[in-house]
């Protein structure tokens, strides 16, 4: 069983910048494909960045370049760094753990509510 507990939501002003955290139990951390989802209110959550295990990402077009997801093997961390936030950046977001050989995010935090407004 893995836990992840995100950190680092908040309210922010547009064109301002957010680091969110996750911490994940577990000793296999390492493995395990991680990713950021977010839930805009009245939309569906959605995949926007994530980072294999040997370190590959991929971000949704709507936050590339603006967005960077790195990880922490050692701390059993991911994190999210966001820049240029725009309101329509608002969201719930979470962090979710996929592991190797299995059905895809398996694993989930309970999220984090970043606002960006002015």
């Known amino acids: 069983q893995v836990q992840l507990v995100e950190s680092g939501g908040g309210l922010v002003q547009p064109g301002g910048s957010l680091r969110l955290s996750c911490v994940a139990s577990?000793?296999?951390?390492?493995?395990?494909?991680m990713g950021w989802y977010r839930q805009a209110p009245g939309k569906q959550r959605e995949l926007i960045a994530s980072i294999a295990s040997g370190g590959s990402t991929y971000y949704r077009d709507s936050v590339r370049g603006r967005f960077t997801i790195s990880r922490d093997n050692a701390k059993s961390a991911v994190y999210l760094q966001m820049i240029s936030l725009k309101p329509e950046d608002t969201a719930d977001y979470y962090c979710?753990?996929?592991?190797?050989?299995?059905?895809?995010?398996?694993?989930w935090g309970q999220g984090t509510q970043v606002t960006v407004s002015s």
């Open positions: 979710a753990a996929a592991r190797p050989g299995g059905l895809g995010y398996e694993y």
């Open positions: 577990g000793r296999i951390f390492s493995t395990y494909t």
